[in-house]
C-alpha cells in the first residue's frame, strides 16, 4: 500500500526485524542495503579502476586513502553511507567495494551480486595497510610493481613512526558498539600497548575472523561478541588498565575507581584513523590520554577525602 515516492520524494521501505537486528550497527546495514537494491545503478558501464568504500570514517580518511590509491593508478568512486541518492546510483558503477566495516554484510552483497569485487579488512596500522593495499590492487588489476612500491612505501612511513612505541607499557580496554573496535585495538598494539579485552555490540562473522586471529596472535586474551556492560566490568575487575576507551556507561564507572577513559564514539570515532596519517593522529591523541593519569588520582582523592 506504500507508494514508491510522494510528490516526487522516493519512499523506501526498510525492513528491521528487532528480534534478528541486534545492533545499531547492523541496523544501518541493513538500510544502506535497501538503498543499494532500490537505487544502485547497474545500466551504466562501470568505471575502471574505481573503489567504494563502505563504512562510516571520518571525513578526512576516504581523502587519505584516495590519494595513495592515485599513485597506484585508481581512485576512490564514492564512500558510503552517502548524504545523497546519487552516490547510492554511483556506487552501483564501481569495479570493487572494500568494506572497512565488518558489520556491512548486507551491503556488500548487494554489490558483489552485481558484478564487483569484494575487499575485506581496511587499511589499519603498518602491517594492515600494506596488505590491504596489495587486496585492493589485486582486486582493481593493477600494475603490481607499482602496487608493491606504493605498499611499501606507505608501510615504511607507519613503521617510523611505530619505532617510538609511543603507547608502550599501557594496558587499554577497547569496547563500543560501532563495529570497528577490533581496528582500533589493532592499531593500539601496533602502537606497543598491550590490549588483553576487546567487546563490540556485533555478531562474529566471517568478516571479523581475520582481525579476531590477528588480535589472539598478538596478546588479546578475550574477543567478545555481543558484548554487555557487565562483559566489561568483569573485564575491569580481571585485568588493571591503564586506560578505558569504551561506551558512556563503562566510561562512568572506570572514573570512580580513577582510570582514565573515554566515550568510544565521541572520541576515537571522530578522527582519522587509516592509514599511516590515521594511525599517527589516533596514537597521539591516545598517547595524551594515558599521560593524564594523574589528573584522574587527584579527582578520585578530591572526592574520597
Known amino acids: ?94 569495479t570493487a567495494v572494500a568494506a572497512l566495516h565488518s558489520f556491512y554484510r548486507e551491503s556488500q552483497t548487494c554489490l558483489h551480486e552485481r558484478g564487483m569485487t569484494v575487499v575485506g579488512g581496511a587499511p589499519i596500522g603498518a602491517e594492515g595497510s600494506a596488505a ?70 556485533i555478531g562474529q562473522s566471517m568478516m571479523t575472523a581475520a582481525d579476531e586471529a590477528w588480535l589472539r596472535a598478538h596478546g588479546t586474551e578475550a574477543v567478545v561478541y555481543r558484548k554487555s556492560l557487565e562483559d566489561d566490568q568483569q573485564a575491569m575487575q580481571h585485568w588493571s588498565f591503564d586506560l578505558v576507551i569504551g561506551t558512556t556507561s563503562l566510561a562512568a564507572y572506570a572514573k570512580e575507581r580513577g582510570i582514565p577513559s573515554v566515550y568510544y564514539t565521541n572520541v576515537l570515532s571522530v578522527r582519522p584513523l587509516f592509514l599511516s596519517g590515521g594511525m599517527m593522529a589516533s596514537l597521539h591523541m591516545v598517547q595524551d590520554l594515558l599521560n593524564r593519569r594523574p589528573i584522574y588520582e587527584q579527582m578520585l582523592s578530591f572526592f574520597q577525602d
Do not use: C
Open 132 to 201: 590491504w593495499l596489495r587486496s585492493v590492487g589485486a582486486a582493481m588489476d593493477l600494475d603490481e610493481t607499482l602496487i608493491e612500491q606504493v605498499a611499501a612505501e606507505e608501510e615504511q612511513k607507519a613503521r617510523d613512526f611505530l619505532m617510538t612505541r609511543p603507547l608502550q607499557g599501557a594496558t587499554i580496554l577497547v569496547s563500543g558498539y560501532e563495529g570497528n573496535e577490533m581496528l582500533y585495538a589493532r592499531l593500539l598494539i601496533e602502537g606497543g600497548a598491550h590490549v588483553p579485552y576487546v567487546s563490540t555490540s
Open 1 to 94: 500500500m506504500i507508494p514508491d515516492q510522494i510528490n516526487g520524494i522516493p519512499i523506501v521501505l526498510v525492513r528491521v526485524p528487532a528480534y534478528a537486528i541486534h545492533s545499531h550497527a547492523e541496523a544501518k546495514d541493513v538500510a544502506l542495503a535497501a538503498l543499494l537494491r532500490r537505487f544502485a545503478d547497474t545500466s551504466s558501464p562501470s568505471t575502471e579502476k574505481t573503489l567504494v568504500l563502505l563504512g562510516e570514517v571520518f571525513p578526512a580518511d576516504p581523502l587519505m586513502i584516495d590519494g595513495v590509491l592515485r599513485k597506484m593508478g585508481a581512485r576512490v568512486l564514492v564512500t558510503l553511507p552517502g548524504r545523497s541518492i546519487d552516490e547510492i546510483r554511483q556506487a552501483g558503477q564501481g
